[in-house]
């Protein structure tokens, strides 16, 4: 039989919590600060599907989950402000705690997840034997089973005000921790297109301390080269003068604005960027892609004219 070994006394027990308080007198807390995160209770298979089984019994019953609801919001979880708060922390102080300790829990999560046992994983259901296309399905209907049965969501219609504000919030957010990091999240930054790996290539094969994908104000900047940023625009994605007029709607499944409103925000984009001291060249895909020879020309000339450091 597995045994839990006291890293005080030798002692050895399925359960060390009661152990610790009687005999050491200290908490499970304590222990774990001396001895690091180790496991104070061993718990079987079986005692686990058992818990797991009343746990879901229990939260199935609406008035239950009310109930847990309260009891959170009156101090009752550590997510809570009023949990510190109540323990002598101010309010910006627990709200500090709280991120502190769901920063953690999801470095916790990262390591020790397993896509595979996740019903809301593709690979759970490829596993069970689903096709690819059938399991994004199957992921779909839990997440809209779960989304109709959620109390914050149940008999609330979703206006153009709510979608305003909370687009109006997500873009304070992203400008006051940088496009760069609020995108950290998803892994790491790999936004690069081909044309752009071609011009990168070719700038640095020509000049020294050549950097991408930089972040600068709230803005991740393609190419940087001392003060100087290369923009590689697409001539779909930032609507190219010379294939789109003012009011023609660019990509209308993902960004759904006319080149007018696109050529305002790269407009205002430089003009942030100049005020920073930066100098911004823009190259443009199709004068790459049909007259490569000459851009590449013309991106020398204004590296050397505007005193970048020597070419190679």
């Not at 001291?277 to 895909?285: A, F, L, N, Q």
Request: hydrophobic fraction near 30%.
């Amino acid at each position: 039989m597995e045994l839990l070994k006291c890293k005080i006394c030798g002692i050895e027990r399925r359960s060390l919590v009661t152990h610790l308080t009687k005999v050491h007198k200290i908490t499970g807390k304590q222990y774990k600060e001396l001895y690091g995160d180790c496991k104070l209770i061993l718990v079987s298979d079986e005692t686990k599907l058992k818990l797991s089984k009343s746990n879901k019994r229990w939260c199935s019953s609406e008035e239950n989950r009310k109930k847990l609801s309260e009891r959170a919001k009156n101090g009752g979880s550590i997510f809570t402000v009023n949990y510190w708060i109540k323990r002598g922390y101010s309010l910006e102080d627990a709200k500090c705690k709280i991120s502190e300790i769901q920063i953690e829990n999801a470095k916790k999560s990262t390591d020790s997840f397993d896509k595979s046992r996740s019903c809301f994983c593709v690979d759970y259901w490829v596993n069970k034997g689903f096709s690819i296309e059938e399991s994004k399905t199957e992921v779909s209907k839990l997440q809209k089973e779960l989304t109709k049965r959620s109390s914050k969501f149940k008999g609330k219609i979703r206006t153009d005000e709510s979608k305003m504000k909370i687009s109006k919030s997500m873009t304070e957010h992203i400008n006051s921790v940088g496009a760069s990091e609020w995108s950290s999240h998803f892994g790491d930054f790999n936004g690069s297109s081909i044309l752009e790996d071609s011009v990168f290539d070719f700038v640095n094969g020509k000049f020294p301390g050549v950097k991408r994908h930089v972040d600068i104000s709230h803005y991740v900047v393609d190419i940087l080269i001392d003060n100087i940023i290369i923009e590689v625009n697409g001539d779909l994605w930032h609507a190219n003068p010379i294939k789109y007029l003012e009011n023609d709607i660019i990509n209308e499944s993902i960004l759904n604005i006319t080149a007018g409103e696109r050529w305002e925000r790269e407009k205002n984009r430089t003009n942030i960027l100049e005020s920073l001291g930066y100098i911004v060249y823009v190259i443009w895909e199709h004068d790459w892609k049909n007259n490569r020879k000459n851009e590449e020309n013309k991106v020398i000339k204004f590296l050397y004219e505007n005193n970048s450091k020597n070419c190679k």
